[in-house]
């Protein structure tokens, strides 16, 4: 069984910063595309960030230039530098893996993030 268990998420006001992190223990962590998803009260999950088994990255619009997704194959971790919070920015924050030769996807527990004063 894949496993991904993300941790970092709380409470922070506006403008401040969270760094939420994904671990994968003893997946072939190499070989997965991983992402960060996020889902706020009453609405749809959205796609925030991405980052390929080979590095190379996309953002959604909303979090360019405030978001960093980045990876180390060595911890099998994917973390999320979230800088210039803002309320919008708050909910639910899941992790997603998908190995990149299946279609097959594994998806975190989720970790709450709340901007607000």
């Known amino acids: 069984q894949v496993q991904l268990v993300e941790s970092g998420g709380g409470l922070v006001q506006p403008g401040g910063s969270l760094r939420l992190s994904c671990a994968a223990p003893g997946s072939i962590f190499s070989i997965y595309h991983m992402g960060w998803y996020r889902q706020a009260p009453g609405e749809q999950r959205e796609l925030v960030a991405t980052i390929t088994s080979g590095g190379s990255t996309n953002y959604a619009d909303s979090v360019k230039g405030r978001f960093t997704i980045s990876r180390d194959n060595v911890k099998n971790t994917v973390y999320l530098q979230m800088n210039s919070l803002k309320p919008e920015d708050t909910g639910v924050y899941y992790c997603?893996?998908?190995?990149?030769?299946?279609?097959?996807?594994?998806w975190g527990q989720g970790t709450q993030v709340t901007v607000s004063s």
């Open positions: 997603y893996g998908r190995p990149i030769v299946t279609s097959a996807q594994y």
